[in-house]
């Protein structure tokens, strides 16, 4: 993996949710200026009004390399969430009109088609696009137990079939989380995403068609097989905690060095405080690290 270029400004799109100021504090503290461009209807403007910021709406490609130009910046990264818009919602410009041949073919793909594609015409402008591990690594959950709660010889055999599940639906382009409960598969990830999703194990909980007890089930999330990994990565933070506990979970389990955390700390007080654990486990197919 190259490395990012180490003194130039930073250009970060940003969705929703808090990731973005994350990477910006994380990007700061190495002694680089990060640039934020906030996506209309989608970023916190207290996130990204902390930084060097402007704001552009979805289909303003030619603004938004109007602005990184005049800013210096030579690299681009994108964080935080954004659902996938109709064309019809895209505010083009002119720049953007003249790729729409482009753009109309990756939007008929999966999401990992969309991202690759939205890649492509930001490196058509003279940016290269990099990602989170390559400025701001220390964001990425390390492998092993993340405080003192400890998952049972049973978790990890449900941890282990969610892994083979979301690695064996990949290929589908499918959502990068899935719960399961004492061998059996209680949800899959799919467009509502995991919060809605772990709402959904809560709801079902009340309702009876969850019988697993409480305090059995993990909530598993890895990216898919083949993603880019500059974008779109499986993420927690203290929201996570809340709605495993919601759901009645034991805990949960993402993959180590391709999963964000948001406030680690408070993320991993949270689940103490809820008696659920949280563990970074490896990628299938992803050797130990030497020692």
Request: hydrophobic share 45%; net charge positive; with cysteine.
């Amino acid at each position: 993996m190259a490395e990012a270029s180490g003194g130039a400004p930073l250009a970060i799109i940003c969705g929703g949710g808090s990731f973005p100021g994350a990477v910006a504090d994380a990007v700061a503290a190495r002694g680089r200026r990060p640039v934020m461009f906030g996506i209309k209807g989608w970023a916190d403007p207290a996130v990204i009004g902390r930084y060097a910021h402007h704001w552009i709406a979805l289909g303003q490609a030619g603004r938004f390399f109007r602005l990184a130009k005049a800013e210096n910046c030579r690299e681009l990264l994108f964080i935080g969430s954004v659902l996938r818009p109709p064309l019809t919602a895209l505010r083009l410009d002119w720049h953007t009109i003249k790729l729409m041949p482009r753009v109309i073919r990756f939007f008929r793909g999966g999401d990992d088609t969309l991202l690759s594609g939205v890649a492509g015409v930001a490196e058509s402008g003279g940016l290269r696009v990099v990602g989170v591990k390559d400025v701001a690594p220390e964001l990425f959950v390390p492998e092993g137990v993340l405080g003192q709660r400890q998952p049972s010889p049973r978790d990890y055999g449900d941890i282990d079939r969610a892994l083979k599940l979301i690695a064996t639906l990949g290929p589908f382009d499918v959502g990068q989380a899935a719960v399961v409960a004492d061998g059996h598969v209680i949800a899959v990830e799919a467009a509502e995403g995991t919060d809605h999703m772990l709402a959904r194990i809560a709801e079902l909980r009340r309702l009876g068609r969850v019988t697993a007890p409480a305090g059995v089930g993990v909530l598993v999330k890895a990216p898919k097989p083949g993603q880019d990994r500059r974008f779109d990565l499986p993420s927690i933070g203290p929201r996570t905690i809340e709605l495993v506990a919601g759901a009645g979970l034991a805990g949960l389990a993402v993959t180590a060095g391709s999963a964000l955390i948001a406030e680690a700390e408070k993320t991993i007080a949270s689940a103490e405080r809820a008696s659920i654990f949280v563990v970074g486990v490896r990628e299938p197919g992803v050797a130990p690290r030497a020692q």
